[in-house]
């Protein structure tokens, strides 16, 4: 054993070692993504790896090198093996890598070679003007394995002119397996780590992952004492890289457990982070890490070192990168300022620390801020304060839109309701304008003068939502005919799936509208059924299903809820229309043309259907029967000009017509007046878009369409104990107050659930 007289300085007086199958050298990872392991190698692989390493990179005894990286790990050591071969020196510098030291050590002609990982020659490219000159005295650079753009070793060539440059690709396990010599690459070859030399071999596993074999790999790992085999029968190591093959080259993917599963879409964190510093300039200190987001799966956090970028520019040109790969990410992006990387011992950044040091402190924050932020649009003072309270997102561009956030039917409800109790009226469309514009159009809140009775607006398809919802509570309340709330609460659907949900509809993505509605309605439902069930002491399979609506009758209570089901069958009834090339591109370019057919379609289905099915038992809850309403809904939506309106309208009045004519081909319950009830919120849908009303009415109403699916899975649960002791309008007024009540509690539970749930996930 050779030891130098100081752990720093110059090392020379090495020796090559005997060759054999005996283990020469223990060498533990890392540790980049866990603990690190002990990695047997035996003097064959140790002189197999630096024989070809110098073989490629034609070292030879005059070779000064300052080796920048730590020496007890895998490179470092075979930077020493590599020098010892052909008899030269290496120098451990007294307080690691130093650009100073080097550019000094370069003028004086003391060094003539280098070795270091990316992340530190990047430190070095940006001190390019320390250099200089001095950098023709370089011979002979290796570049560690990690990622390296194909722009970073164009300008690290430029900057040593002289130099043999190679890059290698390898592991612990496996060092240095194949090489990269930039010296004789150019173009688009200079984005690979190269091809193998020798008796190495590598391939591509049917799960993307690199696998090695070759006499340089080790065949076993230690831990805790005992020997666990590294390699298959056959002698190769598959490893948790991910990589391909193109003309003989290896291109490197980045870690498989690095790997980020956005909704779908597989992101390379390194990959990302070198179109970043590409697309910005000077090229920012970024590190992309995992954390668990609850929708898409995965989340993505972009931790950056203080720099001249503020997170806006950061997020928006990360936005842009991630668009590119087709994945439009919204609020699973979060962003937040590191003083340092955590990092090996060799450098490589661990991004798992980064993504478990977020959790930690997401979940440590206040539970005070979080809930602030729950109850913040009722207080913004701004659209934009607004906006970024309810998407939970820190830094909104001015481009941004309602529909480009992502912003559902039920996220619509409470934005507009939120605008305007605050603001005011909102236009038609306002949910594709951008950001810049609706602030323009309401500056800073409006001046809340002349008391609970002074006239307010409010938007007629949330005042509407807020009457079909009392209908419903009405109609078991009062056992009075007007159970046309749930038809318009249906019509009302389709037309937020015309507004909110068209581009998503006719997108690769359109399958995320069910998504989302079973987060956030059916999971509820399911709950609240649990409940009913139990009250019963009886329940149904397909209650849970969602397609209790082909049973058959259910009795004198919603049970089960059934527009629930009616909902989710529209949609997935116009989701799978969407999968349709032709009826997708109709959709896309005709909108308005797609929902007069698809209404003409769904009323001729509804006759067909009552003409050859019996639909006594089922109360014409089936889709066949209802679905014409969702595309009432959708009509409504386009119903801008005075064709579009008298149609929809005229239509309406038809089906009315039949209904209180009760013909038999037309179907229909619920009485004389259903129909007409429905013709008049499609008169007044279209015909009415603002109402004046005293402002204690507005707020009410409000309130109403804010809690309008709280309080109508929530009547049916208790109207049967309160029926006894209640007349029925206090009972009304009871039901819709618990309603309301159980929205706001939900709403400011859920930064407590959220917090116990990011720390359940901390803790595994």
Known sequence: MIEPDDRTGWVSGLRRFPGGSDIAQVTFTSGTTGMPKGICLTYEALNDTVERLNTVMSLDGSVREYVGVPPNYSFGLGRFRACAAVGGQAFIPPRGFDVGEIAAMLRREEINALSAVPTLLRILLKNADAIGSSGRNMRWIEIGSQYMSRSEKEALKALFPNARIVQHYGLTEASRTTFLDLTATDGEGLESVGRPVGQTRVEIAEDGRIRICGPHVAKFAMA???????????????????????????????????????????????????????????????????????????????????????????????????????????????????????????????????????VREETDRSLHDQIDRAIAPQDADTIRALFEAEFNRPCIRDEDSFVSLGGDSLTFVVISAAIEDRFGSLPKGWEVLPLANLEALFPKPREQSGGVLAMRSISMETAMRAIATLMVVAHHTFKAEVGAGVDILIMLAGLSMARVQRARLVSSKRWTILRDVFLKIVLPYYLVLVAFSLRRMDGSVAEFLLVSNFVGRVGSLLTPFWFIEAYIQSILVLILFACIPAVRTFIRDQPAKFGFAFLAAAIGIKIIAILTFDHDELLNRTPDQFIYLFAIGWCIYFANTWTRTALVVGIAAFAAFLNYASVPWWGGFGGEMRGAYKLAAVMLLVAVPVLVMPDLVRRLFLEISFASFAIYISHSLTIPRLREVMPPTILTIVLVAIGIAISHTIKLALPIAKTYANRRVQQR
Request: net charge negative; proline share 7%; hydrophobic share 40%.
């Open 224 to 358: 805790d004492g005992a020997f666990s085999p590294l390699t298959d029968a056959d002698g190769w190591l598959t490893t948790n890289d991910l990589g391909e093959m193109r003309d003989g080259n290896l291109f490197y993917q980045g870690r498989a457990d690095d790997l980020i599963n956005c909704g779908g879409i597989k992101i390379s964190p390194e990959l990302i982070e070198a179109e970043l510093r590409e697309a910005l300039t000077p090229s920012p200190a970024v590190s992309l890490a995992r954390i668990p987001d609850p929708l898409r799966g995965d989340g993505m956090l972009l931790a950056h070192l203080p720099g001249p970028h503020d997170e806006a520019a950061l997020r928006a040109a990360t936005e842009a990168v991630l668009r590119k790969r087709g994945l439009v990410v919204g609020n699973a992006l979060k962003l937040t300022q590191v003083e340092r990387f955590p990092v090996t011992a060799t450098g490589k950044v661990q991004r798992r620390i980064l993504g478990e040091n977020f």
